[in-house]
């Protein structure tokens, strides 16, 4: 499928290749053997063993990665083969091989992930999931559209959108990076999410396949149904470790007939996240209500410290705008806030897309990443507080700004960028693993989610059993259900890993 512009969404390099190979991460390597190559290729699926392809299909964005490979010339990982099916059937095959021979297969798609989900971590098959791509159909009377998994954002809004008029509502900042099925695996949030919903919010149902070739289909076509636990929901999010999602159903929208912009500027960031409060516990949901601490409102809308903006931008049926806006007017002014230039929203709606800032700040060998976590309204101030200092105290800790990004009636996203440069003596993974540490804890201490939207990945698996403690238990038996020979996606999730330690902090 290509945009209107007839260009097809594919990867995007985040940093350019070092220049030799070195690997970062290269424990419990497993190779695949050439006649399962020459066996999948008789079967008419691309495989591809091209050193460049391969060294590509063994990194993604996690920010540490892209500071190993700018200043120590190493790649995370590298597959051994890298493999591109084009339907579920091809998928089939290809899984039903490895479980026999026990070959991790690493699902991946638009490698935009940012806590290395999608690394090979011990060299066996990339199932690169790019070719199952397009649109399959368009429900147009139930707004239900049927799509390939590894259909990339900014193609399948464009055609969406130009085509049959409709819009899924999900604009993550990646959009243009990342994939639909990626977004599922990962439970993606868009920037318009307070209107329209999380990706798991929008899909009605999947097709899968799991380890051993079989092809399951998972929801349906009615948008509610009580038969017994909801098995789209269980392989949403799953991140690749339980099931291989080939396509999926999502509810559209008819492309909005109107839409309001406002700005507020408060002088305390808990005010604002109490207006934010406020706002969606009268039932208003502005599709955009990002409110950012001081630090950020100044870095990134020129605003004058103390103030702390506050960006609403709603669309749909212009009378539902309209009373949204007069809502978040009313709640701003409650909490003493004074209305700031509209067109602050026009220069973020500019720039909230620009992805390039990354790599000239990692150049300069400062370390930096973003944390994004949840709370309920109840504990997002002590959250914030408490991330904030344990952060600040890590030595060579430099920054920690923080804005709210998506809100509930019952709690909202903190989303926390933190920056710094190791002390002395001090090396760079051991410092990027003690900022992780002290935000996390103080975050699980306070009582918030490891991860509202970016996933656990590589980076967060050392964390998942003590967050979801007992339940831990019952994802590990899940796993080992649906996945015996433990060949899909080994290494994340904080899950036993059968091919042994990857050389990152495990649980
Ligand atoms: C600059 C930047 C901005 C970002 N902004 C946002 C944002 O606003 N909102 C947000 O939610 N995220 C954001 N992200 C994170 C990232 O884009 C998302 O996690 C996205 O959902 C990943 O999709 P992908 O296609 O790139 O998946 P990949 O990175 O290729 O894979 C991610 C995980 O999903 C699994 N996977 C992928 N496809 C499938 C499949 N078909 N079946 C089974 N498993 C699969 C992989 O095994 C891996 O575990 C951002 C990332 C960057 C670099």
Redesign the pocket.
């Known amino acids: 499928m290509t945009d209107s512009t007839g260009r097809a969404g594919r990867p995007t390099p985040p940093v350019p290749l070092p220049v030799d190979r070195r690997v970062r991460l290269d424990t419990g390597w497993v190779s695949v053997p050439v006649e399962f190559v020459t066996a999948w290729r008789n079967a008419g699926i691309a495989v591809s063993l091209d050193v460049d392809d391969r060294a590509e299909h063994g990194r993604?964005?996690w920010p540490l990665t892209q500071a190993w490979a700018i200043h120590d010339g190493l790649l995370p990982s590298v597959p051994a083969v890298v493999v591109r099916p084009t339907s579920a059937d091809q998928v089939a095959v290809v899984l039903r091989t490895c479980n026999e021979a026990i070959i991790p297969v690493?699902?991946?798609?638009?490698?935009?992930?940012?806590c290395g989900?999608?690394l090979p971590v011990h060299g066996g098959v990339a199932l690169d999931?790019t070719g199952l791509n397009g649109i399959r159909s368009v429900d147009r009377v139930s707004l239900l559209v049927d799509v390939g998994?590894?259909t990339f954002g900014d193609v399948f809004a464009d055609e969406l959108r130009s085509a049959h008029r409709l819009t899924l509502g999900h604009w993550?900042?990646?959009i243009a990076?990342?994939?639909v099925?990626?977004?599922l695996?990962?439970r993606?949030?868009?920037?318009y999410s307070t209107r329209y919903g999380k990706i798991e919010d929008m899909v009605v149902g999947l097709t899968a396949v799991l380890a051993d070739g079989t092809i399951v289909e998972t929801g349906g076509s009615a948008p509610r149904s009580s038969t017994g636990p909801d098995l789209t929901q269980l392989i949403v999010g799953s991140?690749?470790t339980l099931?291989?999602?080939?396509s999926a159903v999502l509810r559209a929208h008819p492309v909005p007939t109107g839409e309001g912009r406002s700005a507020w500027g408060f002088t305390s960031f808990l005010d604002g996240l109490d207006a934010c409060r406020r706002i969606m516990q009268r039932g208003a949901t502005p599709a955009v209500l990002r409110l950012y601490d001081d630090r950020e409102s100044k870095r990134s809308h020129a605003t004058a410290p103390p103030t702390c903006a506050l960006l609403v931008l709603d669309e749909g049926d212009p009378l539902i705008v309209s009373a949204t806006l007069e809502i978040v007017e009313q709640e701003a002014r409650a909490l003493g806030a004074t209305p700031l230039d509209p067109g602050l929203v026009e220069g973020w709606l500019g720039h909230r897309n620009d992805?390039s800032q990354?790599a000239s700040v990692l150049q300069n060998d400062i370390v930096v990443d973003t944390i994004e976590i949840a709370g309920s309204w109840a504990n997002l101030p002590k959250i914030w507080a408490e991330a904030t200092k344990a952060v600040l105290a890590v030595p060579g800790a430099m920054v920690c700004s923080c804005h709210q990004s998506h809100a509930y009636t019952d709690g909202a996203c903190l989303y926390f960028t933190v920056a710094g440069r190791p002390p002395d003596g001090r090396d760079r993974d051991a410092f990027y693993c003690a900022l992780w540490d002290a935000a996390t804890s103080a975050t699980l201490a306070s009582g918030g989610t490891l991860s509202h939207?970016?996933?656990i990945?590589l980076n967060r698996a050392r964390y998942l059993p003590a967050a979801l403690a007992r339940g831990f238990d019952v994802l590990r038996q899940l796993k080992t259900a649906l996945d015996p020979a433990g060949i899909l996606?080994p290494g994340?999730l904080g899950l036993p890993d059968r091919f042994g330690p990857v050389g990152w902090p495990a649980p």
């Open positions: 993604d964005w690493t699902p991946m798609a638009g490698r935009s992930g940012v989900a999608s999931l998994a590894g993550p900042q990646s990076l990342s994939t099925g990626g977004w695996s990962c993606s949030a868009g920037q991140e690749g099931a291989v999602i080939t992805v990354l939207h970016h996933g990945g996606n994340k």
